[in-house]
């Protein structure tokens, strides 16, 4: 895990705007200590009441030199794979990603991209399957799963944490079983990209 504690934007829920629950994001010790998925009905639960904005996020590892156009892409690619471990017909909402400046660094150089977006499978019923689908293929190919547990929201929504590390993104999700349409709330989060010199970030 490359994430410290630090405010992140909440996923994205099927209304437009984002969860909100008093919880704090400490992932950093489970990067130190090695310890794997956890699943439980704690309120140590990661999140924050990041409210409507989407906050910039302190502590976040080098993710290499790329454009703004090339970092976004490379977070895209990263929702199109989500997507596709769904592995169940469904909608994926519009919103594209976003562009924040990596807090206690230099604005003009250095930026963070997000992608908060939500899937509805076109069968209610598959939610299951596609958290399923998720929770196993979040533990190939590079991805590695953090946490997994209900948070203390009234529904005990599950939530799971997971990184990659070789593409310095993290993705949280969280699903959203009880609502009058199913669905997931996802947000990738990548590293810290800087700016190549000569070029500026155009962000959004």
């Not at 994926?92 to 924040?100: I, L, N, Q, R, T």
């Not at 949280?172 to 079983?177: F, L, N, P």
Request: aromatic share 8%; proline share 9%; charged share 20%.
């Amino acid at each position: 895990m490359f994430y410290g504690p630090h405010p992140v934007p909440t996923p994205y829920h099927r209304s437009g705007s984002p969860l909100i629950l008093p919880l704090a994001l400490v992932l950093t010790g489970l990067l130190l200590s090695g310890c794997g998925m956890t699943e439980n009905d704690g309120n140590d639960s990661p999140g924050s009441t990041a409210g409507n904005s989407q906050e910039a996020r302190a502590g976040l590892p080098d993710a290499g030199t790329a454009t703004t156009e090339e970092a976004v892409a490379a977070v895209k690619e990263v929702s199109s794979e989500l997507y596709r471990f769904a592995g169940v017909p469904g909608k994926a909402s519009e919103p594209g990603p976003g562009v924040k400046e990596c807090e206690g660094k230099d604005p003009e150089t250095y930026f963070t991209v997000y992608h908060p977006w939500n899937f509805a499978p076109t069968k209610p019923g598959d939610i299951d399957v596609a958290m399923e689908n998720l929770k196993e293929r979040l533990n190939t190919g590079g991805w590695v799963t953090k946490q997994l547990y209900h948070d203390n929201s009234p529904n005990k929504a599950l939530n799971l944490i997971a990184d990659n590390d070789a593409k310095k993104v993290s993705v949280w999700i969280v699903q959203y079983s009880e609502d009058a349409t199913p669905s997931l709330g996802i947000n990738v989060t990548s590293g810290c990209y800087r700016v190549p010199e000569g070029e500026t970030i155009d962000h959004f």
